[in-house]
């Protein structure tokens, strides 16, 4: 059964940093791109970033101060995120398409506010 789940998230003030986690199981981790997406409210999910084996992309706001990476030993992936605006206030979800299929954590808030 695959699962992710996302941990790390919570209140920040702007201009602070978070990292954020996604364990991944139930699938051969390495073989997979893995993504962080991040959806405001009252807005539409949005790519933060990817990372396969041969590219990593970013979301046009998030280049530059955010960063994707993973552990494959561990099954995880990570998304550091540095200097945050209030605008970064989001749920972000871990991402995977597994043999065809949209696969989706529960999703861990994250507040960016003084």
């Known amino acids: 059964q695959v699962q992710l789940m996302e941990s790390g998230g919570g209140l920040v003030q702007p201009g602070g940093s978070l990292r954020l986690s996604c364990v991944a199981s139930?699938?051969?981790?390495?073989?997979?791109?893995m993504s962080w997406y991040r959806q405001a409210p009252g807005k539409e999910r949005e790519l933060v970033a990817r990372m396969s084996s041969v590219a990593t992309n970013y979301g046009d706001s998030m280049r530059g101060r955010f960063t994707i990476s993973r552990d494959n030993a561990r099954n995880t992936v990570y998304l550091q995120m540095n200097s945050l605006k209030p605008e970064d206030t989001a749920v972000y979800y871990c991402h995977a398409v597994v043999d065809g299929m949209l696969r989706w954590g529960s999703g861990t808030l994250v507040t960016v506010s003084s």
């Open positions: 139930g699938f051969t981790f390495s073989r997979y791109a």
